[in-house]
């Protein structure tokens, strides 16, 4: 037993020297030095300047329907729901930057040069409104729940960049442009599109692209109203809901 440990002993000596010279027996280990490691940090992209038109879309009713209803039957329904705004969006050339809660964001025009995605963003507010008024008649009527969508829009410049935890970083919009149509979103009806005094003055200079007509959808100008946050009055125009119209 004493021998055998000897000779274990010799050969991991042996083995820490490293190779033999030539002529010389020994072990071989076949490891060599390791070469000099660099680490280099990947910094993300700059953020990139943009003039586009924010989209904001919510769900109206929905904090009645999650206290109403089991967790796991609210999945499925604001899947269907987000499932009509996203292919509004893509319908209309958008892009979607986040999705969480009851509420989407979208941009259009972000990857345009010397567009701003106003047409087409109202377009897709408009297809948002008249995509879910069916599901909300079905839920009034199957679930006994009363929802809608509201939607705000705003043209202006916009900061496109990487943001998020380390490793589960995307892309998305930063900006004034961003809080304002946020803002109007959360003062807009169910079942109406807000939006702003610049997506108005881009709707009256641009032409007609093709494929996206809003020519026969109803405008209506409100009285100038401040938002939260804001140190100015902003004129607004929407897309009424009936309640306006019958004002």
């Known amino acids: 037993m004493r021998s055998i440990l000897g000779e274990l002993q010799s050969a991991v000596r042996t083995a820490a020297a490293g190779p033999t010279g030539s002529g010389r027996r020994g072990v071989r280990t076949g490891l060599r ?15 990139r300047i943009a003039r586009a038109t924010v989209l904001f879309a919510d769900l109206r009713g929905y904090t009645g329907l999650a206290e109403r209803l089991a967790a796991v039957r609210v999945v499925p329904l604001l899947d269907e729901f987000f499932r009509i705004l996203a292919d509004a969006t893509e319908t209309y050339g958008g892009d979607v930057f986040h999705m969480a809660g009851d ?3 979208a941009g259009f025009g972000v990857d345009e040069e010397g567009g701003d995605g106003a047409r087409a963003a109202l377009a897709a507010g408009h297809a948002m409104l008249q995509g ?3 599901v909300a008649a079905r839920w009034r009527s199957e679930l006994s ?15 496109v960049g990487m943001l998020g ?8 919009l930063v900006g004034d442009t961003v809080n304002v149509a946020a803002r109007l979103c959360s003062r807009a009806r169910a079942g109406e599109v807000l939006f702003s005094c610049t997506v108005a003055t881009a ?14 959808t109803p405008f209506l100008q409100l009285p100038q109203f401040e938002l939260r946050g804001r140190s100015r009055p902003i004129d607004i125009w929407c897309v009424p809901a009936a309640q306006r119209l019958a004002l």
């Open 33 to 47: 030095p390791a070469g000099q490691i660099i680490v280099t940090r990947v910094r993300p992209p700059a953020a």
């Open 103 to 105: 509420g989407m964001m």
């Open 132 to 134: 879910f008024a069916p």
């Open 145 to 159: 729940i009363d929802a809608g969508v509201g939607v705000g829009l705003h043209l202006g410049e916009v900061a």
């Open 165 to 172: 935890p380390p490793r589960q970083k995307t892309t998305t």
């Open 203 to 216: 709707l009256n200079n641009s032409a007609a692209s093709p494929g996206i007509d809003v020519g026969a």
